[in-house]
């Protein structure tokens, strides 16, 4: 007769063991596919863009100001989000799409460490991305000494590297779950991402619906950071009538929740589903 107490240490280990070897293999075939080269091309067009914006842009013009408004503009609301849900939707979708699941589900491992494996690479290539895009924007508005009266902020770097890697986990966690979900999910997180976030990210401060969102923990965030004066403020959040430091509470517990909460369903959803072959999406 078996130890319950030696048999739950042994499913235990087994779990981590699973987790451990899909973030493994997730890693590795996102980089065979060759699916993160086009990121080096993406940053090199990411330098050109803020050194160009450095070299025309209005003599009053700070590089700070340059720079927040393109990391803001740029990152946060395209480069993260549609890192994080590209991979996301190879990692999990793929394997759907062409049935190779069907040999994991058949092992004697539970589904959701498998799921929490892929989450934990994604997250991770996710965030190596989402640096190095801020590095290159930073680089490219760097070499412009003269917009920085006071020096080069390189603090600007790690206010953004911080708030942008949030975002890239809570992107991960949402592009995981629309992966198991759905048959179409690129379409799901384009509907999320340029439709419900621009939208209710949009709404007055008092709308409790905006906390369900990324991007309004993700403005909180930095604008706990930088704290922006009255006029880059308007610029990088125009629908702010008022903006206030008092007004930030607690962003990265709200980002947390939204990220433990997509983990939650998506694991139920990939432990519990029956899936057949998926169109490509």
């Not at 490219?140 to 975002?167: C, K, N, Y």
Request: aromatic fraction near 12%; charged fraction near 15%.
């Amino acid at each position: 007769m078996s130890d319950p107490v030696v048999s739950q240490s042994l499913g235990i280990s087994n779990s981590f063991s699973a987790l451990w070897i899909a973030a493994r293999q997730t890693i590795y075939l996102l980089a065979f596919r060759r699916t993160l080269w086009w990121s080096l091309p993406g940053c090199a067009a990411l330098f050109v863009l803020t050194f160009v914006a450095g070299l025309r842009a209005p003599d009053p013009v700070s590089g700070r100001s340059v720079y927040c408004v393109f990391a803001w503009w740029g990152l946060s609301t395209v480069v993260v989000p549609w890192v994080a849900a590209f991979l996301g939707v190879q990692s999990v979708h793929g394997e759907l799409e062409d049935r190779t699941s069907q040999y994991l589900f058949l092992r004697p491992v539970f589904r959701a460490p498998l799921l929490l494996g892929k989450w934990l690479a994604v997250s991770l290539l996710a965030v190596l991305v989402t640096v190095a895009a801020v590095l290159a924007l930073f680089a490219g508005i760097a070499q412009h000494l003269d917009r920085w009266p006071d020096g080069v902020e390189w603090e600007l770097v790690t206010a953004f590297g911080w708030s942008m890697g949030l975002g890239a986990l809570a992107y991960s966690a949402i592009a995981v779950l629309f992966g198991a979900m759905f048959r179409r999910p690129l379409a799901w997180s384009a509907f999320f991402i340029v439709g419900v976030q621009i939208v209710v990210a949009n709404l007055p401060v008092s709308a409790g619906l905006r906390q369900l969102t990324v991007t309004d923990p993700l403005r909180r965030v930095v604008l706990d950071w930088i704290e922006p004066d009255g006029r880059l403020a308007r610029i990088m959040w125009p629908s702010e009538t008022v903006i206030s430091v008092d007004d930030i509470g607690s962003p990265v517990i709200n980002l947390a929740i939204i990220t433990v909460v997509c983990l939650a369903l998506a694991c139920w959803k990939y432990s519990s589903a029956e899936y057949e072959s998926r169109s490509r999406d």
